[in-house]
């Protein structure tokens, strides 16, 4: 079924807001229920994963599931999606992201408007955001190639594992570490420190999409030298 472009623009924006929604309300309540970081970020991880699997299952019927700027050029880049599209998309995006943080500040009564403290920044914070953005789009470009039906839970799935083994607690999206940086919560960023984590993820991502466009592409089994005898 297609869907006229409206209909996926409110798709991707409604989709990117659950998303924020749960990262940055799971981080609030994780915060509040353990003083034990680990035992936070686990109980930011779950709710994380679970919501993509659910919103990539639903929503992607209709919008192609991105809820992510890379997710998008990537797929602009490779042809597989329309160009007068990305801008509208990239915006639906973030606005549904910035939206998705003020909804889980309005559910535990915190100001709405705030702006992030937490120090992210660095080599590693970068390399860690490249590796992240580079494996999920990787994840998708693969689960395309072989395991369509699979897509949602192998998003799910490597997020929840990048959440533990990068520095960065894997962001992997530019339109969620915008969104991250309105709040002063536990998942937040600093928005001087959000340049660094695009740059990265936007380099990862193009990185994975040059990879598989070399290591997924199909290849003809048939000789042509034997095709071309047969053809004399």
């Known amino acids: 079924m297609t869907f006229d472009l409206g209909r996926r623009l409110a798709a991707e924006a409604l989709g990117t807001a659950i998303l924020v929604t749960t990262v940055v309300g799971s981080g609030i309540m994780a915060d509040r229920l353990s003083d034990d970081v680990a035992v936070s970020l686990l109980g930011n991880t779950i709710p994380t994963g679970a919501i993509l699997v659910v919103l990539i299952s639903i929503l992607g019927p ?3 599931a991105h809820f992510n700027p890379a997710v998008t050029m990537v797929f602009a880049i490779r042809r597989e999606f329309e ?3 990305v801008a509208p ?3 639906a995006q973030i606005g549904g992201g910035v939206a998705g943080t003020i909804i889980a500040h309005a559910m535990f009564e915190l100001p709405l408007f705030q702006v992030s403290e937490t120090v992210r920044t660095g080599p590693g914070q970068w390399t860690a955001e490249a590796i992240a953005t580079f494996g999920l789009v990787l994840t ?5 190639r072989f ?3 699979s897509i949602p839970w192998l998003v799910g799935l490597y ?3 990048a959440y533990w083994f990068t520095a960065s607690t894997s962001f992997a999206n530019p339109a969620v570490a915008i969104a991250r940086s309105v709040t002063s919560t536990f998942s937040g ?3 001087l420190d959000l340049p660094g984590f695009i740059i990265a993820q936007i380099l990862g991502a193009l990185v994975a999409a040059a990879l598989a466009g070399w290591m997924l592409a199909e290849r003809s089994n048939e000789n042509p030298a034997i095709i071309a005898k047969g053809t004399e």
């Open 62 to 64: 209709i919008s192609g």
């Open 83 to 85: 160009l007068s599209a």
């Open 89 to 91: 998309y990239l915006l």
């Open 140 to 144: 998708i470009l693969g689960g395309l």
């Open 147 to 149: 395991r369509n039906d």
């Open 159 to 161: 997020i929840t594992a």
């Open 189 to 191: 960023i600093r928005p």
